[in-house]
């Protein structure tokens, strides 16, 4: 039985932009399976950025996931295209057709990281060379601490608090200036 992939993709549209959990703890749902993948759709609260300005609302997007390892593929970050249906129809094959290319991708980048392990491994158990030296230089500036602090304890105690110093000699009167009406000769005519 062919399908019409306008009809498809049309449904793929409305399932991604009408569709709404019943509960909010329900919020994916699972509408069919394609080539051994099943196909979702998961609506959650984002953080979105408009003409407007910021706000929490709800996004929807579209994954197929891997019955035999649970990976998840999704294409345009789960947003079909709303604007052409056929290609919306295309959206699941797309995204499964980069399952190829990835699993490629990811067995090379494990392979390369397992040859590395080894190495790591005898890394991570080589002794520190360095360590009976790091001993001793820690030893070393604990004991300058320590003599340090000695020396300092014996400056306090050599200079015992003066007297305080009565300064009172080196200080003189103040001379308070006062000042009359007559000092001032512009504040009237005639007087």
Same mark, same amino acid.
Do not use: C
């Given at each position: 039985?062919?399908?019409?992939?306008?009809?498809?993709?049309?449904?793929?549209?409305?399932?991604?932009?009408?569709?709404?959990?019943?509960?909010?703890?329900?919020?994916?749902?699972?509408?069919?399976?394609?080539?051994?993948?099943?196909?979702?759709?998961?609506?959650?609260?984002?953080?979105?950025?408009?003409?407007?300005?910021?706000?929490?609302?709800?996004?929807?997007?579209?994954?197929?996931?891997?019955?035999?390892?649970?990976?998840?593929?999704?294409?345009?970050?789960?947003?079909?295209?709303?604007?052409?249906?056929?290609?919306?129809?295309?959206?699941?094959?797309?995204?499964?057709?980069?399952?190829?290319?990835?699993?490629?991708?990811?067995?090379?980048? /494990? $392979?390369? !990281? %397992?040859? &590395? #392990?080894?190495?790591?491994?005898?890394?991570? +158990?080589?002794?520190? *060379?360095? @360590?009976?030296?790091?001993?001793?230089?820690?030893?070393? /500036? $604990?004991? !300058? %601490?320590? &003599? #340090?602090?000695?020396?300092?304890?014996?400056? +306090?105690?050599?200079? *015992?608090? @003066?007297?305080?110093?009565?300064?009172?000699?080196?200080?003189?009167?103040?001379?308070?200036?006062?000042?009359?009406?007559?000092?001032?000769?512009?504040?009237?005519?005639?007087?």
């Amino acid at each position: 039985m062919e399908a019409d992939p306008v009809t498809i993709g049309k449904t793929i549209i409305d399932l991604y932009k009408k569709w709404e959990p019943e509960y909010a703890e329900h919020s994916t749902y699972k509408f069919g399976e394609l080539y051994g993948f099943s196909l979702f759709v998961n609506r959650q609260l984002a953080w979105v950025q408009n003409e407007q300005g910021s706000k929490y609302e709800y996004v929807s997007n579209l994954y197929a996931e891997s019955d035999a390892t649970g990976i998840k593929y999704m294409r345009n970050n789960g947003i079909p295209n709303t604007d052409n249906p056929k290609t919306a129809a295309k959206y699941f094959l797309n995204a499964i057709d980069n399952v190829g290319s990835l699993v490629v991708k990811y067995r090379d980048k /494990l $392979a390369a !990281l %397992e040859k &590395e #392990i080894p190495v790591i491994r005898e890394l991570t +158990q080589k002794p520190y *060379e360095q @360590e009976a030296k790091l001993a001793a230089l820690k030893i070393e /500036l $604990a004991n !300058l %601490e320590q &003599e #340090i602090s000695r020396k300092i304890a014996e400056k +306090q105690q050599e200079t *015992e608090p @003066e007297e305080a110093l009565d300064h009172s000699e080196n200080l003189r009167p103040l001379r308070v200036q006062t000042f009359e009406r007559r000092d001032y000769p512009a504040n009237g005519f005639g007087r």
